[in-house]
């Protein structure tokens, strides 16, 4: 099992990524609250600095998103090695 987890950690930090670019599309339709309503109001009211915060703000999440797959190989499969 531990040989396939390398494929599942890949897909499921893409679904993470998926799931922040899909916010900005479900929080508009359903009037919900959050990041990705926040950004398009943002952006019709040319709010540009509450833009790049946001863009910022994702793009740490997605950094991390990436740390923690890395991390995980390490964990998963012992040929992997940090120096």
């Known amino acids: 099992l531990k040989n396939a ?3 599942v ?3 499921g930090a893409g679904e993470v990524v998926a ?3 899909g ?3 479900i929080e508009t339709i359903f009037g919900w609250p ?3 309503s926040l950004m398009i109001e943002s952006i019709t ?3 540009l600095y509450v833009v ?3 863009v910022v703000a994702v793009g740490i999440i997605v950094v991390f998103a990436n ?3 890395d991390i995980l190989y390490a964990y998963f499969d012992p040929r992997i090695v940090y120096k």
Do not use: K, Q, Y
């Open 5 to 7: 987890m390398s494929s």
């Open 52 to 54: 790049e915060t946001c």
């Open 34 to 36: 959050g990041i990705g």
């Open 19 to 21: 799931l922040l670019n």
């Open 67 to 69: 740390l923690a797959v």
């Open 9 to 11: 950690i890949t897909l």
């Open 23 to 25: 916010s900005v599309a």
């Open 45 to 47: 009211a040319r709010d």
